[in-house]
């Protein structure tokens, strides 16, 4: 059997939105963003690497619908 390192390596992945070439800079859950967000997601995975870019997509995202949330009160 081959032993398969899997390379795990903070900071030096990619964006994972589809199209960005842009460095990753945070690692999410993929469930989450992929609910949250509006650009769709490369790869496979249970964690998913976006750029600050796409991360602020991301928590602006979550943050909406939390505001939405606490409106609907
Ligand atoms: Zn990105």
Same mark, same amino acid.
């Given at each position: 059997m081959a032993s398969?390192?899997?390379i795990k390596r903070e900071g030096g992945a990619k964006c994972e939105a589809a199209?960005?070439?842009?460095?990753g800079s945070r690692s999410l859950s993929r469930k989450k963003v992929? $609910? $949250?967000v509006e650009f769709s997601l490369d790869g496979e995975g249970k964690k998913v690497s976006?750029?600050?870019d796409h991360y602020r997509k991301f928590k602006k995202a979550?943050?909406?619908e939390r505001k939405l949330d606490s409106l609907g009160r």
């Open positions: 398969r390192k899997s199209g960005c070439e842009n460095e992929e $609910s $949250s976006l750029c600050k979550t943050k909406e």
